[in-house]
């Protein structure tokens, strides 16, 4: 399945379930490891679990089963690998403190001036 697909199929198991703040990142031409990055908040420990195994579930049911699920044990933050796409489903507490959006947006020249 190719990537474009998994991500549409991902967002669209977090907003089935009310998933908040959902942001996809285009990774590809700065990683190896993905294409896509998909970060959304959840509510709660709940929320969050109910979140994750939505898009497990979708994806397998498509026919792309999950590559692996960290952080489930938690629920503060779970990360789905779906191969060519990665989704973080946090806790808005979690999310603001790792802040991933602006890691993974950092560009060359900001990194340059951000160590002068």
């Known amino acids: 399945m190719q990537s474009e697909k998994i991500k549409d199929l991902a967002c669209e198991a977090l907003d089935d379930l009310k998933g908040n703040d959902i942001n996809v990142l285009s990774v590809g031409k700065v990683s190896s490891v993905a294409d896509y990055m998909i970060i959304a908040s959840g509510t ?5 679990k109910a979140l994750a195994d939505n898009v497990q579930q979708l994806l397998k049911q498509a026919g ?53």
């Open 44 to 48: 709660s420990n709940r929320h969050v």
């Open 64 to 116: 792309c089963p999950a590559i692996g699920i960290e952080g489930a044990d938690t629920a503060e933050w779970i990360l789905v690998d779906l191969g060519a796409v990665i989704v973080h489903v946090m806790l808005p507490a979690t999310r603001a403190f790792y802040d991933l959006e602006s890691l993974w947006t950092l560009k060359p020249e900001q990194s340059d001036s951000a160590q002068d």
